[in-house]
């Protein structure tokens, strides 16, 4: 039986770093979860959420798929969105994509994976939605760069036509959405400027970010 004992004591070691600083962090943690963000981001092993932004256990509600997207029949990233916004009431929804996206490069390349061809398909939409943008890029890394960052606009647009953020709007609810991109090559994260705190402020958004890229 294969048992992975090498990360089980990891975990151990780490429990007793952390309640060496506080001694009460997991029973206060145990009882409830007050995170005021909801990150969605991507599966990538090298964009750990919670360790990018230095946040400790309890402080990042997170949602993770391939190539950070937000699909409006997908119900697994729905139900984290309306879980965080309508019960946590989560002050921040973060979107951050990746310079270096695997799944942005083989969309880019029409590589063949398999399966997950078929949820790229959604980044293909992207690529066909700009194009010309795209097209008129002169080199292939910077054109790779350049998805990355579309890619992340156009999923905090899908964001805010989502039930759950117009209901939360319409009812005077504050919550924003914001894009953000990580750099592997340097651990920094980037804001895209297309932060939405209101439902007619998307639109303005999306133009003012794909102007700035
Ligand atoms: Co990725």
Redesign the pocket.
């Known amino acids: 039986m294969r048992t992975l004992p090498h990360l089980l004591e990891k975990n151990r070691v780490w429990a007793e770093r952390i309640l060496e600083k506080d001694p009460d962090f997991f029973t206060k943690l145990s009882c409830q979860q007050a995170p005021t963000c909801l990150w969605i981001?991507?599966?990538?092993s090298?964009?750990p959420a919670n360790q990018i932004v230095d946040l400790l256990p309890g402080e990042l509600f997170v949602h993770r798929n391939?190539?950070?997207l937000v699909i409006h029949t997908d119900l697994n990233c729905l139900s984290v969105l309306q879980f965080a916004v309508d019960i946590l009431k989560v002050r921040d929804v973060i979107v951050c994509?990746?310079y270096?996206?695997?799944?942005?490069g083989a969309a880019l390349r029409g590589a063949r994976l398999g399966l997950s061809d078929n949820w790229l398909g959604h980044v293909q939409d992207v690529i066909v939605k700009h194009r010309d943008r795209l097209d008129a890029t002169t080199t292939a890394d910077l054109r790779y760069r350049q998805l990355?960052e579309l890619n992340v606009i156009e999923q905090v647009a899908n964001l805010c036509k989502t039930t759950v953020l117009r209901d939360a709007w319409d009812r005077g609810q504050q919550v924003s959405v914001h894009g953000w991109i990580y750099g592997l090559e340097n651990g920094l994260l980037k804001d895209l400027q297309t932060t939405v705190c209101a439902a007619d402020e998307a639109d303005e958004a999306g133009r003012t970010a794909l102007a700035g890229i």
């Open positions: 981001g991507c599966s990538d090298r964009v391939i190539a950070n994509g990746h270096g996206c695997s799944g942005i990355c």
